[in-house]
């Protein structure tokens, strides 16, 4: 799209299961933009599209984007404290980004731009068509609060890489 190689998974082009954060290393960002054995082109990527960490976020590397989506209709924010936490609303929204370019075209480059979006919806509707959630109460304080169901885990993936969330 616009010239640029944009390459899009859940989590990263290894695992679908990985995380790397915001407040991850430069390294493990640039990671992101690594071809690997699940990609269809084995040139590193200048834009990658992700999501799995459920928070919205962007920066630029070495002239090239991390976008992360967010989610729609479970975000989270896993950095929170009473003393500086805004309103709830900020991180319950449902989340997503609309990108645009000029799509197809590999060799020219055009112009290309994206766009957070936030927008509210209705939670407790969501909450009735899943009654049957075998961690109901988890999802509910999730949906209702924007804090992960499992902090301990969350907790100890940053502690694995050296970053205490506590000083945030």
Known sequence: MSGSLIRLFHASPKLIYDF???????????????????????EMADIVIYGHIHIQCSDNLYNRIRINAGSVGNALDFIRNKKYDANVMQTTRANYVIIEGEYGEKDKVGSFSYQFVKI???????????????ERDSYI??????????????????????IDISKV
């Open 20 to 42: 790397v954060g915001d407040l991850d290393s430069i390294e493990n960002k640039r990671s992101l933009f690594m071809p690997s054995e699940n990609t269809i082109s084995q």
């Open 120 to 134: 509210p919806y209705n939670i407790d509707k969501e909450l009735d068509m899943n009654k049957n959630n075998i």
């Open 141 to 162: 304080h999730e949906l209702k609060e924007g804090k992960y169901r499992d902090m301990k885990r969350v907790i100890k993936t940053f502690e694995d890489r050296h």
